[in-house]
């Protein structure tokens, strides 16, 4: 579904993808970790064509994202969901009018069905309530959860989840966990990609879990082979965060 | 796609090399604002479409009625200063009965829309520019590519359309404003009688003063838009970046209004 062949990609002086290789596939839950500033949101963007690789390729349903036509391009960007960080909400607009923006712009719904659909994906992420509001009278965590329904307002194949649980309390970031499970649960073939550093999170929700370091994938593994990896930088990223628990982690997913 | 990779230079040490990265810099500017001139013109196309419609509405109250206080008190002041200066030295030949001529040709040639365009760049220029600074700090540009939605339709079209259109009638507005204030100047201080002083206005006035002049305040509205929206588009290094923008698309309009405005009255009055 998502292949980077030999990435690189330069920024000034500091090589942040430095001939990186990632499979990713259809239906898959891939979870990408890594210290900040190792690329993880510049691999995102390379996805979604924000960003082109200096070198080597990426495809995406099978196409060269960087290399095909603008046509192409927007037919397969359709095809996705994207939760930026900080929710990215426009914000002149209230919460409803954003989570529906991509459905008024990009189909012919009549606005009743659209409002319908929205407050669907609003009530799937606790916000039936909070529609009207504007994004500058809610919380941090509030309007990632808006993000997140914009996100997936369209049905999308590919969710891409930019740092889902940062900023958030563990009782939201759990929630945000059990949403991105139940997503994946309720439509078998959405495949998500989760970049983030909260590997409490990866391990809950994660089918594979990839450390990206100095450019490069360097670990690849299933949750429960990642927590028994013997790789330096794995067990130090994993007794960064306490977690000491070799073997036994309980997943989200049943 | 309207979000750019960031750019990065090496630091250049010599002279030479500054100076050449500055022409490179400004000229990739200047590019860069007319591919967003003719991206904006196309996407003109939409702007029958009912949401955009909406969004021209907003726009034209956002840049026009919400400006029409501070251009009024400009305005007034603009026209009571230039009947007051042209007044005093009329007065040493008996001639303030010409004041009217003075006031109506000024405003309607040059300071009706320089003064608006200056106005218009200070209030709804900075506000562009920084409102869509603030979006691309904030990622929303990049989440409106990803959504597919075009950014230059979606933000910058329905702002041209609303400044096309605002642009011309504030400048007439301020036209007016100003002749009624060297209107008040004439009666309370120059002793000419306000029939006098409108008769003598409109007697020399000429059709082609008020469009060329109408024809300016359209050009000012297109540079501030563009300028505005590019300046706003180029934004990095977060809210200390949002400020420099503001401030650079601020410069950058005064000028250009400037440039345009010598330029247009070199053509249609020599």
């Known amino acids: 579904m998502i292949d980077f062949n030999n990435v690189t990609k330069v920024l000034g002086n500091n090589t942040v993808l430095d001939g990186m290789d990632l499979h990713i596939e259809e239906g898959e839950t891939f979870v990408l970790v890594g210290p900040s500033g190792t690329g993880k949101s510049v691999t995102l963007k390379h996805i979604v064509s924000l960003m082109t690789p200096d070198s080597g390729s990426v495809k995406v349903m099978g196409e060269d994202i960087s290399q095909c036509s603008k046509k192409r391009k927007e037919e397969v960007l359709s095809n996705f969901g994207y939760l930026f960080q900080g929710g990215a909400l426009l914000a002149w607009m209230s919460v409803a009018d954003n989570v529906a923006l991509p459905l008024i712009e990009k189909t012919n719904m009549k606005r009743k069905d659209i409002y319908e659909k929205v407050y669907n994906a609003l009530e799937l992420v606790g916000l039936e309530d909070d529609g009207d509001k504007m994004p500058s009278s809610i919380s941090g965590g509030m309007k990632k959860r808006a993000g997140l329904a914009r996100a997936i307002i369209r049905d999308p194949q590919i969710v891409l989840y930019d740092e889902p649980t940062s900023g958030l309390d563990p009782v939201m970031a759990r929630t945000i966990d059990h949403l991105i499970v139940d997503l994946n649960e309720k439509k078998p073939g959405m495949t998500s990609l989760v970049v983030t550093h909260d590997l409490h999170s990866a391990l809950s929700i994660a089918d594979r879990i990839g450390l990206l370091y100095l450019g490069k994938v360097i670990v690849d593994l299933p949750p429960d082979e990642f927590i028994k990896s013997e790789d330096p930088e794995v067990v130090k990223f994993l007794e960064a965060q306490y977690i000491t628990k070799r073997g036994s982690w309980e997943k989200e997913r049943k | 796609m309207i979000t750019r990779e960031p750019e990065f230079f090496p630091e250049s040490i010599t002279w030479i090399g500054q100076l050449g990265r500055i022409g490179v810099g400004a000229s990739r500017s200047v590019g860069r604002a007319g591919i967003l001139l003719a991206q904006t013109i196309l996407a003109m196309r939409f702007m029958f479409v009912k949401r955009s419609r909406h969004a021209i509405m907003d726009q034209m109250y956002v840049s026009g009625i919400k400006s029409i206080l501070v251009i009024s008190i400009v305005a007034?002041?603009?026209?009571?200063?230039?009947?007051?200066?042209?007044?005093?030295?009329?007065?040493?030949?008996?001639?303030?009965?010409?004041?009217?001529?003075?006031?109506?040709?000024?405003?309607?040639?040059?300071?009706?829309?320089?003064m608006t365009g200056l106005i218009l760049a200070a209030c709804v220029g900075s506000s562009m520019a920084a409102q869509l600074g603030t979006m691309v700090v904030s990622e929303e540009i990049e989440a409106l590519d990803v959504m597919e939605i075009d950014p230059v339709r979606f933000l910058v079209m329905p702002r041209l359309v609303a400044m096309m259109v605002m642009t011309p009638l504030l400048s007439f507005f301020t036209c007016m404003t100003g002749i009624l204030g060297g209107g008040i100047v004439a009666i309370t201080q120059l002793h000419v009688s306000w029939e006098a002083y409108i008769n003598n206005a409109f007697w020399l006035a000429a059709e082609k003063d008020l469009f060329v002049g109408l024809f300016k305040a359209f050009l000012f509205g297109v540079i501030i838009t563009i300028v505005s929206c590019h300046e706003g588009f180029s934004t990095t290094n977060?809210?200390?970046?949002?400020?420099?923008?503001?401030?650079?698309?601020?410069?950058?309009?005064?000028?250009?209004?400037?440039?345009?405005?010598?330029?247009?009255?070199r053509l249609f009055y020599l």
């Not at chain 2, 009965?97 to 040639?109: E, K, P, W």
């Open chain 2, 76 to 114: 007034i002041f603009t026209g009571m200063i230039l009947a007051l200066q042209t007044g005093i030295e009329l007065m040493r030949f008996n001639q303030q009965v010409n004041v009217g001529t003075a006031v109506m040709v000024s405003m309607l040639r040059e300071m009706g829309p320089f």
């Open chain 2, 238 to 265: 977060g809210a200390v970046g949002v400020g420099l923008s503001t401030r650079k698309a601020v410069i950058e309009c005064f000028l250009y209004i400037l440039i345009v405005g010598y330029v247009v009255t």
